[in-house]
């Protein structure tokens, strides 16, 4: 069964950082492509950016510069570090498996300007 679990959302001014982490379960985590997703109230689901093994990484436009994905195979965990946020970049990030349809809970993101 896969279970992927997101933390690290939060309150944040704009221009400050955080660390989103996604723990994933129930899959052979080091054979998948893993992405980041959000959703701000109102809007469709976006994709945030994505990683391909260890060093073949994709983003969003809007990701481009300041936001950064990662993943630890050892610890099943994937990894978006997003700096100099905006008020747009409020929203739940969700992280997804490129091979399953599965989504956690996300975490909210709020930036205050």
């Known amino acids: 069964q896969v279970q992927l679990v997101e933390s690290g959302g939060g309150l944040v001014q704009a221009g400050g950082s955080l660390r989103l982490s996604c723990a994933a379960s129930?899959?052979?985590?080091?054979?998948?492509?893993m992405s980041w997703y959000r959703q701000a109230p109102g809007k469709q689901r976006e994709l945030v950016a994505q990683?391909?093994?260890?060093?073949?990484?994709n983003y969003a436009d809007f990701a481009k510069g300041r936001f950064t994905i990662s993943r630890d195979d050892g610890k099943n965990t994937v990894y978006l570090q997003m700096n100099s946020l905006k008020p747009e970049d409020t929203a739940v990030y969700y992280c997804?498996?490129?091979?399953?349809?599965?989504w956690g809970q996300g975490t909210q993101v709020t930036v205050s300007s």
């Open positions: 990683i391909i093994g260890l060093g073949n990484t």
């Open positions: 129930g899959f052979r985590f080091s054979d998948s492509p």
């Open positions: 997804k498996s490129l091979y399953y349809d599965s």
